[in-house]
């Protein structure tokens, strides 16, 4: 079965800083891959912070999201107390979904840690069902 792909974008519309914690190790003593996708979602809920939104379920009303799928791709290991620099950029806008870029890079060198994409839905909480992506994330998004 061949590798998936995931294409980087030129630009990216947000960028913020992690540190690898030792709660982020597995026992090869490199970031496990099922922390990439929590630091993923760290920077995602910093993002969404950096746009005024609470956090990812509180994007107006009760109208917040679900990652519907997730792709991430390893590149290189990073180690306790290393800094990620994490660079995010929306794709693929729809009337109830985007996909969310991502390029987690080693701050010191610019190697690259891992990248992914996270297919997000918006999803009404109080109705249990999907919602159209509000206008004022929209708007915020430059959409």
Known sequence: MPRPQLDLPESFLFETELTVRVSDLNYGGHVGNDRILLLMQEARVIFYRSLGFKDEISLEGTIGQIVADATVL????????????VKIQIQNLTRFS????YLLENKVDNREVARGKTGIVCFDYSQRKVAAV????RAALGH
């Open 74 to 85: 390893y590149k290189s290991e990073a180690f306790l107390g290393d800094t990620l620099t």
């Open 98 to 101: 985007f996909d969310m870029i």
């Open 134 to 137: 509000p206008a004022i994330l």
